[in-house]
């Protein structure tokens, strides 16, 4: 064998695997294939000057390479079974919060120290919210920020580059079991080892069940969240941010009892760009950095659609609703709040004369074209929830910037140390549909790892 272990992706849940395994056993033979480039190399060209839209780079720089989707995220590392995943179901609610507290550890020692971790517990903010029909999930955040969350990636590489084989801009194409353990290929090449941890993420998820379906690995999919990122002035929602940084707030429907939520808030932050896929959606970050911060604070506002038999493409159902957006808005359509009341689209003019100033560049439109009715019901009637708790988030000029997905990965087929059928063979993090947050991912690298060095 070539390896001990392949890691295919590095991603928090892959950076984390192999940093597990190296610290642990040293001399252990590991080697990370990964599809983009080098933290330090990866740059997306939007400028602001010359290219100020997504031009679909063939590999993104913000999702993939070192970091992952990760990597220029606003850093927030959530501690809590609530939300961000599943991984409880397999490894048990106590395992999952240590494991996360064991990552919160680690991206202190490498350069996080310093950073805020803020709590929901015992907040009088849960009792507001609850007397105005709304929910806040609890949670431990750490908050590293954009640049600090660099710094403490940039620190960790350089800690596993002397005892890692990283190999950059070299996407897997197939896995092959073989006797005693798995081959790669890759373009050019191939390698082997007796054990793989596949930790592929989101951009990787198309990859993923087509590996799934070559070797024999049931997957499950029905769910996709849909929405809108909000943006107010970051008075509105102070009295909450500065408390609890990053508030998890759900509220259902009166009218169809749907559930809303809120998520990714980011207090003083930027609205941006994501490309998932080719397809332009919108998402946000913050940062530390006081000389960064802007006077607006950003979130999503995102509806759960569950599909049910026959249907099973809930990824592809929010695809065609953002390729809609992409298509009568070039890429993100941004509509002040009054105008959709009104029902009438926001035009460059109504943009500019608003009170509030997009931080995103994005083209003025009518969300109500692209967003079905129901989803878009459910995200007025939060708006006007929130507004009791926050007054002033159901204002004409609150900008609602569309369209928001969270497209979750099928769920593979894993047994309860996350391995598959495939003996050896482990899928960790976004990719496996079990995680969907960067503390789950990294806590279900660690725990991979520890389960591989257990059984040699
Ligand atoms: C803009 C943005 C902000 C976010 N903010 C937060 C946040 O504040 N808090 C939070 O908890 N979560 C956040 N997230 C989500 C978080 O980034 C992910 O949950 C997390 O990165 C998942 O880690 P992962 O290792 O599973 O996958 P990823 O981080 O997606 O990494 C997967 C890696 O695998 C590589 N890859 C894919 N296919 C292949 C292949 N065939 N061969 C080799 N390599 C491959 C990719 O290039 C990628 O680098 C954010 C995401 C985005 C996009």
């Known amino acids: 064998m070539d390896y001990d272990v392949i890691i295919v992706g590095a991603g ?93 550890d680690i991206n202190m020692r490498y350069g996080g120290e310093g950073t805020k971790l803020y709590s929901t517990a015992g907040s009088e903010f849960k009792k507001l919210c609850m007397q105005n029909g709304l929910q806040l999930l609890e949670a431990s955040v750490r908050h590293l920020g954009t640049d600090i969350n660099y710094v403490v990636l940039e620190n960790i590489y350089n800690e596993l580059k002397g005892s890692v084989d990283f190999f950059f801009r070299t996407p897997v194409e197939h896995i092959e079991r073989m006797e005693g353990g798995l081959k790669i290929d890759y373009k050019g090449g191939s390698a082997t080892a007796e054990k793989c941890i596949v930790s592929v993420g989101r951009s990787g998820s198309k990859w993923m069940e087509s590996v799934c379906s070559e070797l024999g690995i049931n997957t499950h999919s029905n769910r996709v969240d849909l929405g809108v990122r909000v943006e107010i002035p970051a008075a509105i929602f102070s009295h909450i941010t500065e408390k609890l940084y ?48 802007t006077d607006n604070t950003n979130f999503a506002l ?19 609703i953002a390729r809609l957006s992409n298509m009568l808005g070039g890429g993100v359509i941004v509509q002040r709040f009054g105008d959709l009341e009104r029902g009438r689209r926001s035009t460059v003019k109504r943009i500019e004369e608003n009170t509030l100033r997009p931080t995103l560049s994005a083209t ?15 995200i007025i009637e939060m ?5 009791k708790i926050a007054p002033g988030t159901a204002n004409d000029d609150t900008l609602l910037y569309g369209v928001e997905v969270k497209f979750y990965n099928m769920e593979v087929e894993l047994n309860e140390k996350l391995e598959t059928v495939v003996p050896g063979l482990y899928i960790i993090g976004d990719g496996s549909g079990v995680t969907h947050s960067l503390s789950h991912a990294s806590a279900s690298g660690v725990f991979v790892a520890d389960e591989i060095l257990s059984i040699e």
């Open 12 to 104: 928090p849940g892959g950076i984390f695997s192999a940093y597990e395994l190296v610290t642990k056993k040293p001399g252990i033979r590991v080697a990370v294939f990964e599809t983009g480039n080098p933290l330090d190399k990866r740059k997306c060209p939007i400028d602001g000057k010359k290219i100020t839209r997504c031009i679909n780079c063939p590999t993104c720089a913000i999702m993939n390479g070192f970091g992952g989707a990760g990597a220029f995220s606003d850093g927030k590392y959530n501690i809590t079974n609530d939300f961000g995943g599943t991984l409880y179901e397999y490894i048990g609610r106590e395992k999952a919060i240590e494991l996360m507290k064991y990552v919160d």
């Open 246 to 293: 990053e508030s998890k707030i759900v509220y259902r429907t009166k009218k169809f009892e749907d559930q809303v939520r809120t998520f990714c808030m980011n207090p003083n932050g930027i609205v941006v760009n994501e490309n998932t896929n080719g397809i332009v959606t919108v998402n946000g970050h913050s940062f530390e950095d006081p000389s960064k911060k």
């Open 302 to 320: 995102l509806v759960s659609k569950h599909f049910s038999e026959p249907f099973k493409d809930s990824n592809g159902y929010g695809e065609s």
């Open 364 to 378: 003025p439109g009518d969300l109500s074209l692209v967003l079905p009715k129901r989803i878009l019901d459910g």
């Open 383 to 387: 708006i006007y929830a929130l507004d």
